[in-house]
């Protein structure tokens, strides 16, 4: 298994983010996490990274304990794009792609073959590097945010909503070039999502959170023919003309 959460509980005060969650996130798959707002996706992308400490329970990479000491070398090997870009205004977009490559010492020539690369592959304006991110559409932002964590090739790809707050078309232009992107590379995807469609569309496997707890996992299929609980069911249904019609796309 490449990612593995064994007995995870987290809280924030007196509110409880993530609940004896434990998973195994296998290599090259595209798990999709999803669920009600507030019910704990968002944070276990944090705790995965190492962003925050889990109250109790082990985070295995690669079957090696995530600790303080080697934390910073498994963040060199994670690739993560924020709910809301994360871009700094000041910088274009090739200074911020290239940020961390500079930081960890990659030579200027590297980076510049790097950017290339993943403009080709993300299907990004080579014109539209030297603007700032106010000057790009919402797509754009968006594929600067993947371009960046990108770069330093890593070997997990962790999205916190990754196509949340974009038109519709830009976001369906979005989805099919990112399926393609991660089709290419066969990298462990973990993707966070309120929307089940999208789900569907990416997943290898659906992970449903309720309450910062696991309600079932499976395929789309397994959740409308197996529901585990009559949460599945009340949240699919809410749903289900979206997966009727992606499906007869």
Same mark, same amino acid.
């Given at each position: ?13 007196s509110t409880i983010a993530v609940k004896d969650f434990s998973y195994n996130f296998k290599k090259s798959k595209i798990t999709v996490l999803i669920g009600p707002s507030g019910c704990g996706k968002s944070s276990l992308l944090r705790l ?52 961390? *490559? *500079? ?45 960046? *964590?990108l770069m330093l090739d890593a070997e997990f790809l962790l999205l916190d909503e990754p196509l949340g707050a974009l038109d519709p078309l830009i976001r369906y232009d979005l989805q099919k070039d990112l399926k393609e992107i991660f089709g ?43 529901? *585990? ?21």
């Amino acid at each position: 298994m490449a990612i593995t959460l064994k007995n995870i509980y987290k809280s924030f005060n007196s509110t409880i983010a993530v609940k004896d969650f434990s998973y195994n996130f296998k290599k090259s798959k595209i798990t999709v996490l999803i669920g009600p707002s507030g019910c704990g996706k968002s944070s276990l992308l944090r705790l995965i990274v190492g962003l925050i400490k889990p109250d109790s329970g082990a985070i295995e990479i690669n079957d090696r304990l995530l600790t303080d000491l080697n934390i910073q070398s498994f963040r060199k090997r994670i690739g993560y794009v924020i709910q809301d870009r994360g871009l700094f205004p000041h910088l274009t977009a090739k200074q911020n792609i290239s940020l961390m *490559a *500079a930081y960890t010492g990659l030579s200027d020539y590297n980076i510049l073959s790097k950017i290339e690369q993943l403009s080709h592959l993300t299907k990004f304006p080579s014109d539209g590097l030297q603007r700032f991110p106010a000057e790009l559409s919402g797509g754009q932002k968006q594929r600067v945010s993947l371009m960046r *964590a990108l770069m330093l090739d890593a070997e997990f790809l962790l999205l916190d909503e990754p196509l949340g707050a974009l038109d519709p078309l830009i976001r369906y232009d979005l989805q099919k070039d990112l399926k393609e992107i991660f089709g290419e590379l066969k990298k462990t995807v973990v993707m966070v999502t309120h929307d089940l469609y999208e789900a569907v569309f990416f997943a290898d496997e659906i992970v449903l959170i309720k309450d910062g707890s696991i309600i079932q996992s499976g395929t789309i299929d397994d959740l409308i023919q197996s529901p *585990a609980d009559p949460f599945v069911t009340r949240f699919v249904n809410a749903q289900r003309s979206e997966i009727i019609t992606s499906r007869d796309n």
